[in-house]
């Protein structure tokens, strides 16, 4: 299993940002995927998972519909649209691989993670 994040970066508070996380290794599409965040000094927290085809989601409560999880079942990609972000959304954000197709199964395999900064 091999997870490769991108698309973090520095934003200003109310900007956007894509993440995206290629998958390889597995069969990507028969698994639900997820994203994590972790902030300095903070536990690792889930923000959003998605089931293997993509009809299913669930997102952290906290984030107030800002976020948006996606998939690209034929490019092995699942994404996370960032808007409306806020100084304490900064953190590394990390991708992960589903136990099973369901959006609340357990997730490891982590990534790498991308580091993203909201900051004036």
């Known amino acids: 299993v091999q997870l490769v994040e991108s698309g973090g970066g520095l934003v200003q508070p109310g900007g956007s940002l894509r993440l995206s996380c290629a998958a390889s290794?597995?069969?990507?599409?028969?698994?639900?995927m997820s994203w994590y965040r972790q902030a300095p000094g903070k536990e690792r927290e889930l923000v959003a998972a998605?089931?293997?085809?993509?009809?299913?989601?669930r997102y952290a409560d906290s984030l107030e519909g800002r976020f948006t999880i996606s998939r690209d079942n034929a490019k092995n990609t699942v994404y996370l649209q960032l808007n409306s972000l806020k100084p304490e959304d900064t953190a590394v954000y990390y991708c992960?691989?589903?136990?099973?197709?369901?959006?609340?199964?357990?997730?490891?395999?982590w990534g790498q993670g991308t580091q993203v900064t909201v900051s004036s």
């Open positions: 992960a691989k589903g136990s099973s197709s369901s959006p609340y199964g357990s997730f490891g395999s």
């Open positions: 290794g597995f069969t990507f599409s028969g698994y639900g």
């Open positions: 998605i089931s293997a085809a993509g009809g299913r989601t």
